[in-house]
């Protein structure tokens, strides 16, 4: 078994029902168009427990997104103190 230096950090990217084409630093690119959801790679439920199903994965998207984002989700990958 590989020992890893340091745990991986836990990355949550924005999944959502609809997405729209934003200019982003001069690249046309999907940005959420409704509430963003967190996911992690390899996983099929969204941080606050729902089937991602045909949602669109915005791997690129870091959550919590810059618009609305799930109190949920946010709730979730949040660290309590
Ligand atoms: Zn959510």
Redesign the pocket.
Known sequence: MRTATHAPRIYWFVVCSHTRIARVDGAYVPVPDS?A??KQMGSSL?????PVGTWTRLFEIAFPSDGEN????LA?VTPRR
Request: with cysteine; hydrophobic share 40%; net charge neutral.
């Open positions: 509430v959801h967190a969204t941080a606050c427990g729902k799930c109190a949920d989700c979730a």
